[in-house]
């Protein structure tokens, strides 16, 4: 076990209290007196060392404290003007040459949104007025970040699909996106219509969805879906 402490300030107490003993009789404890009053100049300059250091925390604390504070007050102040030099630019007919003589960087140029992702997970339920309603999820769809679809629709002995109308994009409860087709025609009812439809956010398109056959009236009601070869019920 050390005699010695391990932390600078503990060593130097020690000493504090050891000095005067030792210098009492240095030759019983087999020191010398030189030996004793060479420790105890050590110890005083180490204890005004740290008292020293102590001080120079305490000093840099505070002035880091000010530092945070001037450089906050300096930081709004020049945000503003960058603001106002921003703001200048923009009304004159070359920008450009304001940013220049400012030495600031223009604004980058937007990034444009992502399109929606591939619609998928198709549901349909049959309405009591013979309206269908399709519903379907797509990653970065959300209505709140400008998302919306177009719908397609093929009817039986129809050769290509045709654009039934549009759907906003899914909503942050369900994070589904619906349409309503109410414009279902009778001849529909046994051979059913299929569906695609696409994502668009801005003049950003989305990939088309596979096609989607809805069939009516099977098992004696509502309808049934067909996605991707594979037959649901509604």
């Not at 709004?76 to 400012?102: H, M, N, W």
């Not at 096609?211 to 509502?222: L, T």
Request: glycine share 10%; proline share 6%.
């Amino acid at each position: 076990m050390s005699v010695l402490p391990d932390t600078v300030i503990g060593q130097i107490q020690f000493c504090e209290v050891h000095n005067p003993v030792w210098a009492g009789t240095p030759a019983a404890i087999g020191l010398t007196a030189f030996q004793v009053t060479a420790l105890t100049a050590a110890t005083v300059t180490a204890r005004k060392s740290f008292n020293d250091a102590q001080s120079a925390r305490a000093l840099s604390k505070a002035a880091t404290t000010r530092l945070g504070t001037d450089a906050r007050v300096m930081r709004l102040q020049v945000s503003d003007l960058i603001r106002q030099i921003k703001a200048f630019a923009e009304l004159q007919a070359t920008p450009g040459t304001v940013y220049a003589a400012a030495q600031v960087p223009p604004p980058a140029a937007p990034t444009p949104a992502a399109a929606p992702g591939k619609p998928t997970d198709f549901a349909v339920s049959l309405e009591s007025d013979g309206s269908v309603t399709l519903t379907w999820g797509a990653s970065d769809s959300a209505a709140s970040l400008g998302a919306f679809f177009t719908i397609s629709r093929k009817l039986p002995g129809q050769a290509m699909f045709s654009g039934i109308g549009g759907a906003p994009g899914s909503t942050a409860e369900s994070r589904r996106a619906t349409f309503t087709d109410s414009t279902v025609p009778a001849t529909a009812a046994s051979a059913g219509a299929q569906y695609i439809v696409q994502g668009f956010k801005g003049s950003r398109a989305g990939k088309v969805s596979d096609a989607v056959v809805v069939q009516f009236g099977v098992d004696g009601g509502g309808a049934s879906i067909v996605e991707g070869g594979l037959k649901m019920a509604a």
